[in-house]
C-alpha cells in the first residue's frame, strides 16, 4: 500500500486502548454490523480492524460518502477558475433547459447557483434521483432541470442526490474529464489512494452522489486531510478556504419531530454533515462513515451494512469522545495486547448449523427449476432466476444458481467464509464471502457477503420431496429486504 498512514499506540497519542476495546464490544453487542474501522489520533492510526469476511485491501462502496468527495472536486475546480459557487446551473446547460415550467418553477430553476446544488437547499420538495434514473434518453442532467422547482433556492433544506450528480456533470463538463479522472493527479494521487472505482450516468457522467469505492484506510486518509485544512505532507491538496466553507452549516437540515441531540439536526455544509461537539462528516447509506473532530484532533472511518445509521454515532460519542485525552497516556500493556487481539480476530458470524443432514443425499446434485413469471422483476438486490441446485462434500457445499447472467457457482463452507464471485445484477461480477449449514433436517441456510458493498443475502432452502421453498432476505436495502417466497420443482 503506497504511502501508508503512521501507525502508534493509542496510550501515544492520549487515548487508552481499553476505551477502544469497550467501544468495538459495545457495537458488536448493539449494531449489525461493522464492516471495518480506522481511529486516526494526532494523524496515527491507533486502531484498525475488518471483520472477515471483508478485508483491509478490499474496496467498499461509499454510497453518500462518495458526495463529500465530489464536493472536494468542485472546491479544487473553483481553486482553478473554472467556475464559482454563485453561477448559475442553468449557464451550464442551455441545450438542456425545459420549455414547460410554469413561471413560478421557471424562475426559482433560473435563480439555483452551484452553492445551492452543494448544500442541498435547490428548492425541490422530492428527491429528484428516480426522475434521472427514470430518464429514456439518459440525460440526467435534463431530466434534474425538468423537474418543478417548487421553492426559492436557498430557503429549506431538502437532502436531493441528483445536485450532487448535476455537481459532478458540471465538473465534467468544464474539465472534459470524469470525476475519478480529475481527482487523480489532484487528490487521490497526493494522498496514496491506489485503485478506486464510480459508477456512471448512462452518458459516462460519474453518479456523484454515489457510486465511489475506496479502501478504508482511503476513508481515513480523506477525513485526514480535512482535519488538516486541505494540506498533507507539506502541500496545500484542497484550499484550507475551501475546507472550512465546505465543512461549515449552511443551512438549518432540522425537520418536526427531531430530536435535539440528532445528528441529522445539526446542519448540513457542502455535502458534508455538521455533527455534535463541533464535530463533522461524510456518511453513506447503512453506516459508511468519514467523521472528522477538530477539538479532539481525530478521524474515525467505519464501513457498515446497519439499518439504524444514528446508533454507531451516540456510541461514539459516549465511548471514545471521553477517553480522547489532551497528553499522552502512561503504557498500558495488558490493554494494548487485548485490544490487538480482539482487532486481529474480528469476524462476523458464518452460518450455524450442521455440515450434513439426513436429506441431504437426497438433495445433492438435483437441479430445481423456477418460474419466472412468478417472480417479482423489479428487485435490485437480487435478479430473477430459473434454476439453483447443491453439490455436497466433505467440505462443505456448492450452490449453483442459473440467472439472467449465465451460471453462477460459488462454494458454501462450513464455518468459514469462502471466497468466489457471483453476478446477480447489472453491475457485473462481485466478490462475494459464502457460508452455509443445515438449521433443520430439510432446511439449508446460505449466507452471502457481497464483500465490496453493506449488503448479505441470507437464502433459506426448505426442501420436500422433489420440491423447494426458496426466501431470500437481505440485511439492509433502500425498499423492500424481506422477498417473496418461491417455490421450485425437480423436472421429470
Not at 442551455?94 to 448544500?119: C, G, I, K
Amino acid at each position: 500500500m503506497t504511502n501508508q498512514l503512521p501507525r502508534s499506540t493509542p496510550e501515544a497519542q492520549g487515548i487508552a486502548s481499553t476505551a477502544i476495546l469497550a467501544f468495538i464490544e459495545a457495537a458488536e453487542q448493539q449494531i449489525d454490523a461493522f464492516h471495518s474501522l480506522m481511529l486516526l489520533r494526532h494523524g496515527q492510526v491507533v486502531a484498525e480492524g475488518w471483520w472477515a469476511p471483508y478485508a483491509a485491501e478490499a474496496l467498499h462502496m461509499l454510497f453518500s460518502l462518495s458526495k463529500s468527495f465530489t464536493s472536494t472536486a468542485v472546491g479544487l475546480a473553483v481553486a482553478e477558475g473554472r467556475l464559482s459557487v454563485q453561477d448559475k446551473v442553468t449557464s451550464f446547460f442551455p441545450e438542456d433547459l425545459p420549455t414547460d415550467l410554469p413561471e413560478a418553477a421557471s424562475d426559482n430553476l433560473a435563480a439555483m447557483q452551484v452553492h445551492h446544488l452543494l448544500s442541498m437547499s435547490t428548492g425541490h420538495t422530492e428527491d429528484t434521483t428516480r426522475y434521472l434514473r427514470m430518464a429514456p434518453d439518459g440525460n440526467w442532467a435534463k431530466a434534474f432541470l425538468a423537474r418543478p422547482v417548487e421553492r426559492e433556492p436557498g430557503t429549506h433544506f431538502l437532502y436531493n442526490t441528483g445536485a450532487t450528480y448535476m455537481l459532478s456533470a458540471i465538473v465534467q463538463k468544464l474539465t472534459g474529464q470524469t470525476l475519478l479522472d480529475y481527482l487523480r493527479p489532484r487528490l487521490f494521487d497526493p494522498l496514496g489512494i491506489g485503485e478506486a472505482t464510480w459508477e456512471s450516468c448512462p452518458r459516462g457522467i460519474n453518479t456523484g452522489g454515489f457510486g465511489l469505492k475506496v479502501t478504508t484506510e482511503d476513508i481515513a486518509r480523506f477525513g485526514q486531510l480535512y482535519l488538516q485544512e486541505g494540506e498533507w505532507q507539506g502541500k496545500q491538496i484542497v484550499p484550507a478556504a475551501w475546507v472550512a466553507e465546505a465543512t461549515r452549516k449552511h443551512i438549518d437540515n432540522r425537520h418536526p419531530g427531531d430530536q435535539p441531540w440528532s445528528d441529522w439536526a445539526q446542519g448540513y455544509g457542502y455535502q458534508f454533515w455538521r455533527c455534535r461537539h463541533n464535530s463533522y462528516r461524510g456518511d453513506g447509506a447503512f453506516g459508511q462513515y468519514c467523521i472528522v473532530m477538530p477539538e479532539q484532533d481525530a478521524v474515525l472511518a467505519i464501513t457498515s451494512g446497519l439499518a439504524n445509521m444514528q446508533a454507531p454515532l451516540d456510541l461514539i460519542w459516549e465511548k471514545l469522545l471521553p477517553a480522547m485525552q489532551a497528553a499522552p497516556l502512561a503504557a498500558d500493556s495488558a490493554g494494548y495486547h487485548a485490544l490487538q487481539a480482539k482487532l486481529s480476530n474480528l469476524a462476523l458470524p458464518t452460518q450455524a448449523g450442521a455440515a450434513t443432514a439426513a436429506r441431504a443425499a437426497q438433495v445433492n446434485g438435483r437441479c430445481y427449476h423456477f418460474a419466472l413469471e412468478e417472480q417479482q422483476g423489479d428487485n435490485d438486490d437480487l435478479t430473477q432466476f430459473s434454476a439453483l441446485s447443491l453439490t455436497f462434500d466433505t467440505a462443505g457445499a456448492t450452490y449453483t444458481l442459473h440467472n439472467a447472467f449465465g451460471e453462477q457457482q460459488v462454494r458454501c463452507g462450513n464455518g468459514e467464509w469462502v471466497r468466489g464471485v457471483m453476478t446477480v445484477d447489472q453491475r457485473g461480477p462481485q466478490e462475494v464471502a459464502v457460508s452455509g449449514a443445515w438449521t433443520a433436517a430439510d432446511t439449508y441456510v446460505i449466507k452471502s457477503y457481497f464483500t465490496q458493498t453493506p449488503f448479505c443475502n441470507t437464502t433459506t432452502l426448505r426442501f420436500d420431496g422433489d420440491q423447494v421453498t426458496y426466501q431470500g432476505r437481505m440485511n439492509v436495502g433502500f425498499g423492500q429486504t424481506e422477498l417473496p417466497q418461491l417455490v421450485g420443482r425437480v423436472k421429470n
